[in-house]
């Protein structure tokens, strides 16, 4: 059976979940660590082979717990934190889950570990340490009870600028990826991973062995299914939701500018100053042979535009850049209107280059569809896209 990418949907939070599971009943030693959130953010398959940490008296309606549950719940970040590097320190592995909007009040503790990685690998009796894992859910784009209190993607700008590079920050676009980007965090040791991901159901786009490969090459991919030879335009994005998006225009575009060339380049993963893991860099040869030398690039990053764009301006020159992303532009709304806050959805994306082509007339048409889903999710509290 031939598989047609982006026509199935899969939770990534709920994967993850399962792959946790399963690393609960390998390793006897692995613990969670997560405030009250983690049925929220569709981690909850653990509770089925796991107990949550509890010593005081349990009620019938309860989750499972015990004293020595290695599930460790907690309304507290820094706490948490605190007990998973200890965790680490004993050459055991862990995982810490949390909304993305509350991650950056860990910031100085993070940051101090990594102080600690770089320092214990000049101390020649220390082993590595695991990892220090993070998984990041409940995304600025998707925050649709909570609102503009819960959408920040902050932490993701202060880890890449951070010159030690001992971080990754991995951005799988379907279920699969995220597969394969939990095997690589679990298996790696003396670094910090900060995992960024949508609790909700998202295409699936690549199989396994595209997946891998992607992580392999650089953290970047030629998305063959809706890539052109010779493109004209360069489209590249980070993130479910901006990859979503971002092969969601190419789509319109290629109904509306069948004779424009679009070539499609997906990113899982950034660390300072490139893309890519902290040590496999995505080359400058590489970056012209997917990004050519010098097509228009139209970006699409979960995070704030500024951030991508820099590392993009490590390969590239400013001039032929164009990014989108999360401009601090939030509310209690629909999806698909938080997306056009922030200048980030298909039709923004489209009508970029409907301007550059001059074709006034598509630009007015995408103008028409953004305006008439504003009034319609005012009136009903859904979109209509």
């Known amino acids: 059976m031939t598989y047609n990418p982006g026509t199935e949907f899969y939770s ?7 792959l946790l599971a399963e690393q609960f009943k390998e390793d006897e030693h692995f613990y969670f660590f997560s405030p009250d959130e983690t049925t929220s953010n569709k981690f909850d398959k653990v509770f089925e082979v796991e ?24 309304l507290s970040e820094n706490v948490l934190f605190s007990l998973m590097t200890g965790h680490l320190a004993n050459g055991e592995r ?29 101390v020649l009796w220390r082993d590595s340490l695991p990892a220090v894992n993070l998984l990041s ?7 649709d009870h909570n609102g503009f209190t819960h959408q920040s993607p902050a932490m993701i700008s202060q880890l890449l600028a951070h010159p030690a590079n001992l971080v990754n920050c991995i951005f799988p676009a379907d279920d699969i990826s995220a597969e394969v980007a939990f095997d690589y965090m679990i298996n790696s040791s003396d670094v910090v991973n900060f995992t960024t991901f949508n609790k909700n159901e998202m295409p699936r786009y690549l199989d396994i062995e595209q997946a891998k490969f ?7 991919l030629v998305y063959e299914f809706i890539s052109d030879d010779e493109p004209d335009f360069v489209f590249t994005a980070v993130g479910d939701i901006p990859t979503r998006e971002t092969i969601e225009a190419i789509k319109i575009l290629k109904e509306d500018l069948p ?6 380049v997906g990113i899982n993963a950034l660390s300072y100053r490139a893309i890519g893991t902290n040590t496999n860099k995505l080359s400058c040869d590489k970056f012209i042979e997917m990004f050519t030398e010098d097509k228009p690039i139209l970006a699409n990053f979960h995070g704030w535009p500024e951030t991508f764009e820099t590392i993009l301006e490590n390969y590239t020159n ?13 509310s209690t709304t629909t999806q698909f209107e938080m997306l056009k806050r922030n200048a980030a959805s298909r039709y923004d994306l489209a009508i970029d280059i409907a301007k550059v082509v001059g074709r006034q007339d598509l630009e007015e048409k995408y103008q028409d569809i953004l305006k008439r889903n504003h009034e319609h999710a005012i009136e009903h509290g859904q979109d209509m896209i």
Not at 137 to 143: E, I, L, N
Request: hydrophobic share 35%; proline share 4%; with cysteine.
């Open 318 to 330: 400013r001039g032929r850049l164009r990014v989108h992303g999360f401009n601090e532009e939030g």
């Open 12 to 18: 990534l939070a709920e994967r993850i979940g399962k």
């Open 94 to 122: 862990a995982m810490m889950g949390s909304y993305e909007a509350f991650f950056p009040i860990i910031t100085s503790q993070v940051l101090q570990q990594i102080k600690f990685i770089k320092q214990s690998q000049q």
């Open 137 to 143: 859910t409940s995304t600025c784009w998707r925050q």
């Open 214 to 220: 992607q992580f392999e090459n650089g953290g970047a």
């Open 259 to 264: 004779e424009i060339k679009i070539r499609f």
């Open 51 to 74: 107990k949550r940490a509890w010593g005081l008296e349990t009620k019938p309606w309860d989750l499972p717990e015990a004293p020595d549950g290695r599930i460790v719940e907690m």
